[in-house]
C-alpha cells in the first residue's frame, strides 16, 4: 500500500507522504496496509498496477481523454436506427437548460424547511406523469424501467400475499433478467406464451398457469418488439377474477395517441421516463417511474419517495414534502423498509416535468401522430424489397417494428455490418435473444427522422441485398 516517490496529487486527498506518516502516528500504526489486517493475504495485490504514466497537468488529461472519446462513432454522426429501450428523441434546449442548473443538479437528499424548490418541482413532475397516465400516485424515479417492473412485481406480493409473477414471453431479456434477479427470492418468475404471428399473449396459457398463488400478470404496451397488445380489457379480467394485481409497462411517449394502461384496467402503471427529454448516454439517463391509484394498499408498498402538497400554518400557503415518509428504508429502520432504496433519478425525473410541461397534451398527440406516419412509411417501403418483411408481426405497432429479412439470404449481422460503411446504424439483431424468429432486426423510427433518412436506409438495404 506504501506509494514511494509518490508525490502530491491534486485530486488525492492526503497523497504527501509527510501528511501519510502523521496520521499513521496518530492511529498508531506502522504502514498503510496496517488499516487492511482483515484482508486475507491470498487477496492483495503483490505487485505494481499496470497503469499508464500519471498526467502531469489538467490539460493533457483532458486531451487524452478526448482523444478516447473521438474514436466513438455516435447517432450525431450516423443515422440511427436502433431504439431497444433507449431511443433517440428531440430533446428540447430547455430540459438541457433546466436540468442543468445548481439547485437540481447538486441537491441530493434536503428535508422541507430547506428545500422546498426541488420538492415543489418533483410534485409538479408526479402530476404531469400522473396526468399522462390518468393515474394518481407517482414516484420519485427509479434507475430504470427494469427496476420500476421489478418493484411493481414485489408491491404486487406484498399487497397480495402471494409468491408468483406472469410475464409475458415477448418482454426485453435483459429487462427480463434484472427482474429476475430482483424479485428471488420471494417472487417467481414464470413465462406466458405469446402468439408467433401477432405478437399478442396467448391467453390461453395465461389461464392455464395463473393460479391462486399469482400475486401479479405483467406485459407492456408497446411490447418491446414494438407491436401493441390490444387484448389489455381480456387479461385483465383473467388477472383480477384470480385476485392478481395487473402490471402493465409503457413507453411514455406512444400516450399522446394511445390510450394509457388505466383505461383497460392496470393497477401498476411503469416504464421509462427516457424518452421525456433525455438524451442517450451509452447506458446513462434511464429513468423508471411507477405508478397507482390513490389507495392505501398500493401506496403504503412504494418503496421510494412520493411528494405531496399539504396547507401550512399560515392560511392560503401551501407546502411541499414527503409523503407516508416512513414507508422507505431512510425513514424507518433499514430493516423494516419495504425494499432498500438508495440514490435515484430525480433530477431525470425533474426534467421529464419540464419536458412535459413544454409538450402538453396537443404536443403529445403531435409527437405521437409524427412517429406513428414514420413508423407506417418506413415498414411500406421496406416491405417493397426482394425477400424482406417490413413486419414480421400481422399487427400495429408504434415507434419500433421487427423486420424480417429471412428470405433475402443474408444475416443481419452482415446486413449491419455493410449498413456502418454507409453511415447507418441499423436495427438490433433478434437472433440471440428471439432465435425462433431467425435473421429479424429491431428497428426504431422516431421524430427525429426525416424522409430522407428512411429512403436513405431502403436504398442502402437494397444495394446490400440484391
Not at 106 to 114: M, Q
Not at 315 to 321: A, K, L, N, S, T
Not at 377 to 393: D, M, P, T
Request: contains cysteine; hydrophobic residues 35%; glycine residues 10%.
Amino acid at each position: 500500500m506504501t506509494i514511494r516517490g509518490f508525490k502530491n496529487h491534486p485530486y488525492i486527498p492526503n497523497s504527501n507522504l509527510e501528511v501519510q506518516q502523521e496520521m499513521l502516528r496518530e492511529l498508531g500504526l506502522e504502514s498503510l496496509n496496517d488499516l487492511h489486517v482483515e484482508i486475507p493475504e491470498e487477496l492483495k495485490l503483490k505487485k505494481a498496477l499496470n497503469l499508464p504514466k500519471a498526467f502531469e497537468s489538467e490539460y493533457e488529461l483532458k486531451r487524452s481523454i478526448n482523444k478516447i472519446m473521438n474514436k466513438n462513432i455516435s447517432s450525431n454522426e450516423y443515422i440511427n436506427f436502433l431504439g431497444a429501450g433507449c431511443w433517440q428523441h428531440y430533446v428540447p434546449a430547455v430540459c438541457d437548460e433546466i436540468n442543468s442548473r445548481a439547485e437540481f443538479l447538486t441537491g441530493y437528499a434536503g428535508e422541507p424547511y430547506n428545500d422546498h424548490g426541488r420538492f415543489q418541482t418533483l410534485f409538479e413532475y408526479e402530476s404531469l406523469v400522473a396526468e399522462l397516465l390518468d393515474m394518481d400516485v407517482v414516484n420519485v424515479p427509479t434507475f430504470d424501467w427494469a427496476q420500476a417492473a421489478a418493484t411493481s412485481l414485489r408491491m404486487a406480493s406484498r399487497i397480495t400475499r402471494r409468491s408468483e409473477a406472469l410475464v409475458v414471453g415477448t418482454i426485453c431479456p435483459d429487462r427480463l433478467m434484472i427482474i429476475q434477479n430482483y424479485c428471488d427470492p420471494g417472487v417467481e418468475i414464470k413465462l406466458i406464451n405469446f402468439n408467433k404471428e401477432t405478437g399478442r399473449m396467448d391467453l390461453e396459457d395465461l389461464k392455464k398457469n395463473i393460479s391462486n398463488n399469482t400475486a401479479a400478470v405483467y406485459f407492456e404496451n408497446p411490447s418491446y418488439l414494438g407491436f401493441l397488445e390490444d387484448q389489455g380489457e381480456e387479461i385483465s379480467k383473467i388477472t383480477h377474477d384470480r385476485g392478481a394485481i395487473l402490471v402493465v409497462g409503457v413507453d411514455p411517449s406512444s400516450l399522446g395517441v394511445l390510450a394509457p394502461p388505466s383505461h383497460y384496467g392496470a393497477d401498476i402503471i411503469c416504464g421509462d421516463l427516457q424518452p421525456l427529454g433525455m438524451h442517450m448516454n451509452y447506458g446513462g439517463n434511464q429513468s423508471g417511474f411507477i405508478s397507482t391509484k390513490d389507495e392505501e394498499r398500493f401506496v403504503m408498498e412504494f418503496p421510494s419517495r412520493l411528494f405531496g402538497i399539504a396547507p401550512t400554518i399560515k392560511e392560503g400557503e401551501y407546502g411541499f414534502g414527503d409523503i407516508a415518509y416512513e414507508r422507505t428504508s431512510f425513514g424507518n429502520l433499514r430493516e423494516r423498509g419495504k425494499e432498500y432504496v438508495g440514490t435515484q433519478t430525480a433530477l431525470l425525473g425533474i426534467t421529464a416535468g419540464v419536458y412535459l410541461s413544454l409538450m402538453g397534451p396537443k404536443g403529445m398527440y403531435e409527437l405521437g401522430e409524427n412517429i406513428v406516419q414514420k413508423s407506417l412509411y418506413a415498414i411500406e417501403e421496406l416491405s417493397k424489397l426482394k425477400g424482406v418483411k417490413g413486419s414480421r408481426f400481422n399487427n400495429i405497432g408504434f415507434k419500433e417494428f421487427v423486420v424480417d429479412f429471412n428470405d433475402t439470404g443474408k444475416t443481419v449481422e452482415e446486413i449491419n455490418g455493410k449498413l456502418l460503411f454507409k453511415g447507418i446504424l441499423g436495427g438490433k439483431d433478434l437472433s440471440e435473444e428471439f432465435p425462433e424468429l431467425g435473421q429479424c432486426a429491431l428497428y426504431c423510427v422516431t421524430e427525429i427522422h426525416l424522409k430522407e433518412d428512411i429512403d436513405n436506409l431502403v436504398k442502402a438495404i437494397r444495394e446490400i441485398i440484391e
